[in-house]
């Protein structure tokens, strides 16, 4: 992972795919200080991770499941938007 | 040119409520966005938890398309912006699906299963003001969301539209018998298509609802393809919507990044272990699969494949009920005749499955007694089945009622005397050899009697009076 | 002057709320006429939670978070909502989106973060008053120490995640703030145990943690790790750390030397795995359902990438973009996955640990509370690199207490122990030591 390089185009694509917009300054800016972070993650390299599993969470539980019991929520769930229409969220257009 | 296609299914899984929190899955007569609650709507603050029926389901689904399951399964956000996502990541599995390497038969030919994971249902998307390209805004119904789906992927085994089509209606019929699935809610089954033609490029059709429209947009897809093919056109990968309207398929546009879900595990569930204890539960009570179900008919019923087949793959109700029919009345075969030949049809007509209508076993095999009794002809069953399809009403009281059961003798022979007396042309001729005239002459005892007779009885009589009546 | 007027006082003095509520409720408990600060990602019904961001303007969480409610239940009233770093991204309690709260020692300094404002409350409330606080990298235990206060972060899944607003799911930790361990270890006492709405809360009962807090460290066994006092952190801490290490060992505990060879490589696994998760939670805030809206304009792409670039500070758009980045294909397996094992390596350090010893104490934090000028002169890899102590014992999820162990240049600081899963107990017993020999 040492390899990998951090410049301007890469964090444009990646911005876009968060749905963030960046000016070229902020893009320079970003990309000056992903670059100093990403190269200090590299240090991970140094760690031999051969056969260790990863830990999803720092205890790991299992089999914590639901009944499958239906039960109604009392509320208004278009309480906290402006963009509402006949009982209906109204979103933005998909193309 | 040979087509290749591979299909990824989601199936709405029958629980009672959503995969990971308690709302209902049932939407019938909800007002849009009532069936919700912060978590199925991603509120901040809100966290998951899964239902335990939902993964019994895809066990015993994977169990039944043969897959084998892993240990140890988890979920994984698949990550992707879009407005029917209440949190712009869907709970999926992606690195542990919960089984893989499946296959269902067709005949002999064997289509392989590559995974069947279980993940949630999106929102449903209502364009306002045209098309998903036109629309200037959406309604967006959260009522569906989080509703637990099955996804199960296929190899690229299926070489037509007609194989896709009949492993889809196989599959469906396994959901069916297995209990996980409710075949008369629309929109349970959904489907994207990989299609390609002689190693071309793979394109993705999405989102297709409905057996006849896969039908529809495979067709559209394969022959668009091999057109292209033969004008030297190369087919390139995309994504392309079909729309059920005008059966066509059309490109949509896509980002590169789009493809680029940044999978991570879902980090507010926990792993589920499939503990043997709780699969092999789960197994030994798995209902019968519908290939076991035919073979046990041909063998315990005496009864053919072809309508064994018919009976099964039909649906599960419609083996219920026939099995329930044979513990009422004596001969399987009759009964399997009568279903597939006359009350299908009959259902069919009045577009009823059998679970819908009014049809039990009780008042059908009634319907057959009456025949053995002699109290009504097979011609006037035939007749009653209609109206006892639609009305479910006992065939004895129908017959009571509308005078429908066979004529004493001696009215018979009345109707016969009259039909000889007003026919001296069909008799001249069936006494100067053309034994064919007596069918004619039957068929007018019959349409005077409304079928009141027995064939066989009309015909002995009329022979009978015919030879002793004088030249 | 009632209650809530203080809290006006204190808001205006050094901007410690985002919100304040109208009255204060209450009722009979163990927390009866005390008032609990709930940090801004803590939902409580009705009260605007916005976890610091502006994109979260104006939400309403339609339900109370289970440690709220517990607090409730218990006779507490919801005093309001403190400040924070945006989504609790940040060590010195800068990057917000409604104001930078002030460290009561000294205005010009920083109160550390991503809890700032509970500890700014905790340190200058002159009434019963406990308040809620949440870590996924170190937020509790950071400005508990640059205020002077005493901050326990839970063991991983201790208290119930249903009502937070997510940093980090597999990180984040609801702990609580108080002027005396044992004030601390009532209000733990209160939110901690099992809850049927978060799959991933421990199914052990909560104790009676105050019962620990007798002063006492007979027959603990105190590791020192040599990692957490190296290049980096400044003398006058390290000696006052040392200064109550050694009041452990006069009231009874014995000291011994460990070693934590991870410890190293927590920071770069603790900001993988925080920002790959994080950048994944946030994506939901997108200007339709809840939140900061905007007129509805261009197709969604559009309309979504006009919101968030509007609603997120740099912090938060720095943090989703390298959260993105750590996740993608190509580099998953480099960087998420990697780290993920490492955390492995990381919880194996502190399990080896605690087989010898029963306390770790090291310094919460390398420096006293530094200077917004200062802090404004650094980049944002050092800002990261400030988490250097308390990152690893968050990847681990073993509990922690930040517990004041004197003063340099004048301002607090804090002395940091840390226990095995679950051993809450044992943390707040060996705290009320160090902190009744004060
Ligand atoms: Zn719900």
Same mark, same amino acid.
């Given at each position: 992972m040492s390899s990998t390089v951090i410049d301007r185009d890469l964090v444009r694509r990646v911005?876009?795919?968060?749905?963030?917009?960046?000016t070229d300054e902020e893009l320079d800016k970003y990309a000056h200080q992903m670059k100093a972070i990403v190269e200090a993650f590299t240090e991970l390299d140094q760690v031999d991770t051969e056969g260790v599993e990863p830990s999803f969470h720092p205890i790991e539980l299992e089999n914590v499941l639901r009944e499958d019991e239906p039960r109604d929520w009392a509320w208004n769930p278009l309480g906290n938007t402006v963009h509402k229409e006949n009982k209906y969220f109204k979103g933005p257009r998909i193309t | 040119m040979k087509a290749t296609i591979g299909l990824e299914i989601h199936v709405h899984l029958l629980t009672d409520s959503k995969l990971f929190c308690s709302c209902r899955t049932s939407l019938m007569?909800?007002?849009?966005?009532?069936?919700?609650? $912060?978590?199925?709507?991603?509120?901040?603050? @809100?966290?998951?938890?899964?239902?335990?029926?939902?993964?019994?389901?895809?066990?015993?689904?994977?169990?039944?398309? @043969?897959? @084998?399951?892993? $240990?140890?399964?988890?979920?994984?956000?698949?990550?992707?912006?879009?407005?029917?996502m209440p949190k712009n990541f869907q709970i999926t599995q992606y690195e542990v699906p919960l089984a893989m390497n499946g296959y269902v038969m067709l005949g002999n030919r064997k289509i392989r299963i590559r995974r069947v994971h279980l993940e949630e249902d999106p929102a449903k998307l209502i364009h306002v003001g045209g098309d998903i390209t036109t629309a200037r805004y959406n309604h967006i119904d959260y009522n569906r969301a989080g509703i637990p789906l099955v996804e199960i992927v296929t190899e690229p085994d299926l070489e037509d539209t007609k194989e896709a089509r009949l492993f889809l209606e196989k599959l469906s019929v396994i959901l069916d018998h297995l209990g996980v699935y409710d075949p008369t809610t629309e929109g349970a089954i959904r489907v994207d298509a990989n299609v390609s033609i002689d190693g071309g490029q793979r394109v993705e059709v999405k989102n297709i609802t409905g057996f006849r429209n896969v039908e529809k947009a495979l067709n559209y897809e394969v022959v668009r393809q091999k057109s292209m093919a033969n004008m030297g056109i190369d087919v390139s990968r995309e994504t392309r919507h079909f729309d059920a309207e005008s059966g066509t398929t059309s490109s949509l546009r896509k980002k590169e990044t789009e493809d680029d879900y940044g999978y991570i595990i879902e980090p507010d569930l926990v792993k589920i272990k499939l503990h043997s204890e709780w699969v092999d539960k789960l197994t030994e009570s798995m209902p019968e699969l519908p290939d076991h179900r035919i073979e046990r008919f041909i063998e315990q019923y005496s009864i053919g494949r072809f309508q064994a087949g018919i009976i099964v793959n039909t649906g599960l109700q419609l083996s219920l009920f026939y099995e329930e029919c044979c513990n009422l009345y004596k001969d399987p075969k009759i009964v399997v005749n009568w279903i597939v030949t006359y009350l299908l049809k009959s259902l069919n007509y009045e577009r009823l499955n059998i679970k819908e209508s009014k049809v039990k076993p009780e008042t059908f095999v009634e319907l057959l007694k009456l025949i053995d009794e002699g109290v009504i002809s097979e011609r006037t069953a035939k007749e009653l089945i209609k109206e006892y399809t639609v009305s479910g009403e006992s065939p004895r009281k129908i017959v009571k009622e509308k005078n429908l059961s066979l004529m004493s003798e001696d009215e018979l022979h009345k109707v016969v005397s009259e039909v000889i007396e007003e026919n001296p042309k069909a008799v001249n001729d069936y006494q100067s050899g053309h034994v064919k005239a007596a069918e004619y002459l039957i068929g007018q005892v019959l349409r005077k009697t409304r079928a009141r007779a027995a064939v066989d009885t009309v015909r002995k009589l009329i022979t009978d009076m015919m030879e002793s009546k004088p030249r | 002057m009632t209650t809530i007027e203080k809290a006006h006082l204190i808001n205006e003095k050094y901007k410690a709320f985002n919100f304040i509520a109208e009255a204060l409720e209450g009722g009979e408990g163990l927390l009866s006429g005390v008032a609990v600060s709930v940090k801004d990602n803590v939902c409580v019904n009705g009260m605007q939670s916005t976890a610091g961001s502006k994109i979260l303007e104006g939400y309403i969480p339609p339900f109370d978070a289970t440690v709220v409610a517990k607090c409730r239940a218990e006779g507490a009233g919801i005093l309001g909502k403190t400040t924070q770093d945006e989504f609790g991204f940040g060590t010195f309690n800068v990057n917000t989106g409604y104001g930078v709260p002030l460290n009561p020692h000294d205005p010009e300094r920083s109160t550390g973060g991503s809890s700032g404002g509970a500890a700014v409350v905790t340190a200058v409330a002159d009434f019963p008053h406990l308040a809620i606080a949440e870590s996924t990298g170190g937020s509790i235990s950071c400005p508990a120490s640059f205020c002077g206060v005493v901050g326990i972060t839970p063991t991983y899944g201790r208290t119930s995640r249903w009502g937070l607003i997510d940093y980090a799911n597999s990180l984040d930790k609801i702990g609580c703030m108080g002027k005396t361990v044992r004030e601390a270890a009532l209000l733990l006492t209160v939110i901690s145990g099992p809850d049927k709405y978060d799959s991933t809360v421990l199914h052990e009962p909560t104790q009676d943690y105050t019962s620990y807090a007798d002063g006492c460290a007979e027959g603990l066994k105190i590791g020192?790790?040599? =990692?957490?006092?190296?290049?980096?952190?400044?003398?006058?801490?390290?000696?006052?750390?040392?200064?109550?290490?050694?009041?452990?060992?006069? =009231?009874?505990?014995?000291?011994?030397?460990?070693?934590?060879?991870?410890?190293?490589?927590?920071?770069?696994?603790?900001?993988?795995?925080?920002?790959?998760?994080?950048?994944?939670?946030?994506?939901?805030?997108?200007?339709?359902?809840?939140g900061l809206h905007m007129p509805l304009e261009g197709n969604f792409d559009e309309y979504f990438s006009e919101v968030r670039t509007l609603g997120f500070g740099e912090e938060a758009k720095r943090r989703i973009i390298l959260g993105t980045f750590t996740r993608m294909a190509g580099y998953r397996d480099a960087y998420y996955l990697k780290a993920l094992k490492v955390r492995t390596k990381v919880i194996e350090d502190f399990k080896r640990a605690f087989k010898h010893v029963d306390v770790l104490a090291a310094p919460t934090m390398p420096v006293v509370a530094p200077k917004f000028s200062e802090i404004a002169e650094l980049e944002p890899i050092q800002h990261y690199m400030m988490d250097i102590l308390t990152v690893a014992p968050n990847l681990a999820g073993v509990p922690m207490i930040s517990v004041p162990c004197g003063e340099h240049l004048g301002m607090p600081v804090g002395l940091h122990l840390m226990t095995d899963h679950l051993e809450e107990g044992k943390l707040v017993k060996a705290a009320s030591a160090v902190e009744g020999a004060r």
């Open positions: 911005a876009e795919a968060a749905h963030i917009k960046l | 007569g909800k007002e849009p966005n009532e069936n919700t609650c $912060p978590i199925c709507l991603g509120f901040p603050g @809100s966290k998951p938890k899964a239902n335990k029926r939902a993964i019994d389901h895809g066990i015993v689904l994977a169990k039944a398309l @043969s897959c @084998s399951l892993v $240990p140890e399964i988890r979920f994984s956000r698949k990550n992707y912006f879009y407005p029917d | 020192v790790p040599e =990692e957490y006092f190296g290049e980096g952190v400044d003398t006058g801490v390290t000696e006052k750390v040392w200064t109550g290490i050694k009041t452990l060992e006069s =009231e009874g505990a014995t000291v011994t030397e460990v070693s934590m060879p991870f410890t190293k490589h927590s920071l770069s696994s603790y900001y993988i795995i925080a920002m790959a998760e994080a950048s994944t939670n946030l994506a939901k805030l997108c200007g339709l359902r809840y």
